[in-house]
């Protein structure tokens, strides 16, 4: 089987990873978007996890051809990436930041669809159990697919880039594939992928400045993640529904359920809260409890406020350059890195919204509570 994919062209299947495409658990995929709630600002952004599992496998297989893999290894890398997003629920991480004291995260889920039920009847006739969850680690080949220059960071920068419209994902995924090393269990770059890696972080941190973290965007899965929260708390939504939820027939279920459908109602027709104000992040003690913020905030203004908190992308690399006899990290390497986490730092807000009518209320009561 071949699939003619917009990003990385026509890709080939073997016989059991068009039965894993096939199968329900993989096909539920089609109906979750790979960037949650940044549609309602780029209208173009409703690519999916199913076609980013793809992209992953194919850049997976181009790392093991360059990395001379064996057969056997690279087959079991293609399987792993193919899969490495089966577990994500609806809405993706944006759902996963309230779900996941629920349900687990989608790595968590991911290898327990693989390693019990369907899947594991597919994948059970070549792998053992033990091989199967390791194919949802970061052990191993598996760090080809996890790395911070890997398979997985390379299709979506590209996708989201080409289905949002900007081009701050362009990077140069032909040198990274090609001046990839793997030695003594290690993942990691020969010096000639320095610019290269440079390049993708540089991508990686502009895409979160204008598309991830896009105040919109952030906004809108605010206020996402508070109808889901209501529902969940007030046992309206159940757990096995999230399970088996894309993204339209959550929203529509939380569009139905009284602790959530007023929020729900809002983002279907886009009607969404408005910033009231921006607080710095660094200037909140480390273990700050947001929720207790929200509604301190939210009681002194007399109306709904929701905190945003950002994604957060400042950490660092987990990249390593070879000089010589040497691996290095990258934040070792390159004066750029701490460049870029300097700039984050500077950037990053937690964005206190409410209702349009409100926005003044909320502006005031933040200005007295919040750090300064």
């Not at 996963?96 to 290898?111: A, D, F, P």
């Not at 010096?191 to 890696?197: P, S, T, W």
């Not at 339209?248 to 959530?260: G, I, R, Y």
């Not at 969404?272 to 909140?284: C, D, E, G, I, N």
Request: proline letters at 3%; charged letters at 25%; aromatic letters at 6%.
């Amino acid at each position: 089987m071949i699939i003619k994919d917009p990003i990385c062209g026509a890709v080939r299947f073997s016989p059991l990873e068009r039965q894993l495409i096939d199968s329900l658990e993989m096909q539920r995929l089609r109906g979750v978007r790979q960037l949650a709630m940044a549609y309602l600002v780029y209208p173009g952004a409703n690519h999916t996890r199913f076609e980013h599992s793809i992209g992953a496998m194919h850049f997976s297989s181009e790392f093991a051809k360059n990395l001379e893999l064996s057969k056997e290894e690279a087959e079991k890398l293609r399987i792993a990436a193919l899969l490495h997003d089966v577990g994500h629920i609806a809405f993706s991480h944006e759902a996963e930041i309230v779900t996941k004291k629920y349900i687990g995260t989608h790595e968590e889920i991911g290898k327990k669809l693989a390693t019990d039920g369907a899947l594991f009847e597919l994948l059970s006739s070549t792998y053992s159990k033990t091989e199967i969850s390791s194919f949802f680690g970061n052990e191993g080949h598996m760090q080809i697919i996890s790395s911070d220059v890997g398979s997985d960071r390379i299709d979506y920068l590209l996708r989201d880039s080409h289905y949002t419209g900007v081009a701050y994902g362009v990077i140069d995924a032909d040198r990274l594939l090609h001046t990839a090393g793997y030695s003594s269990n290690e993942f990691f770059l020969t010096e000639g992928g320095l610019e290269a890696a440079e390049s993708l972080l540089v991508a990686r941190f502009s895409m979160f400045s204008t598309v991830y973290n896009h105040h919109t965007v952030r906004i809108a899965s605010a206020m996402l993640g508070k109808a889901i929260k209501a529902a969940l708390e007030g046992k309206e939504l159940q757990k096995e529904e999230l399970l088996a939820s894309t993204d339209s027939a959550l929203l529509t279920k939380l569009e139905s359920l009284p602790s959530s459908s007023s929020l729900a109602k809002m983002l279907t027709s886009r009607e969404l809260y408005k910033a009231a104000a921006a607080l710095p992040l660094s200037s909140f003690p480390s273990r700050i409890d947001f929720a207790k913020l929200e509604e301190e905030i939210s009681a002194s203004a007399g109306c709904d406020v929701i905190l945003s908190i950002p994604q957060q992308y400042a950490h660092l690399p987990n990249i390593r350059i070879r000089q010589k006899d040497s691996l290095l990290p990258l934040s070792e390497v390159s004066d750029l890195v701490a460049s870029l986490q300097r700039a984050q730092e500077k950037r990053t807000s937690v964005l206190v919204c409410a209702r349009k009518k409100d926005v003044a209320k909320a502006a005031e009561a933040a200005k007295k509570i919040a750090p300064a």
